[in-house]
């Protein structure tokens, strides 16, 4: 898995973090950093790390009247948040 992470991640700089459901990259970056540090693979965690700042570092003036949406299990701002304090 960590390898798979490690081949994918440098060749997008594309992220989905508009929604509360599963397709959010927040979300899937927050647990598999979990996993990297949990498992001491510093190689992923740094990468991911490196990827989050450059998909959300410059986020600003997030629309926080579109949440809650009816279709989210979590939020989109906190999980992204959640995953850039980690």
């Not at 390898?3 to 997008?12: C, G, H, I, M, N």
């Not at 950093?33 to 959300?56: C, H, M, P, W």
Request: proline content about 6%; aromatic content about 14%.
């Amino acid at each position: 898995m960590a390898e798979k992470y490690l081949s994918f991640l440098p060749q997008t700089d594309l992220s989905n973090s508009h929604t509360g459901v599963h397709p959010n990259t927040a979300f899937g970056l927050a647990f598999a950093l979990d996993f990297a540090r949990a498992f001491g693979n510093q190689k992923l965690a740094a990468l991911i790390v490196e990827r989050s700042r450059t998909y959300y570092a410059n986020d600003r003036n997030y629309p926080a009247a579109w949440e809650p949406g009816g279709e989210d299990f979590f939020s989109p701002a906190l999980i992204e948040a959640d995953l850039c304090a980690a």
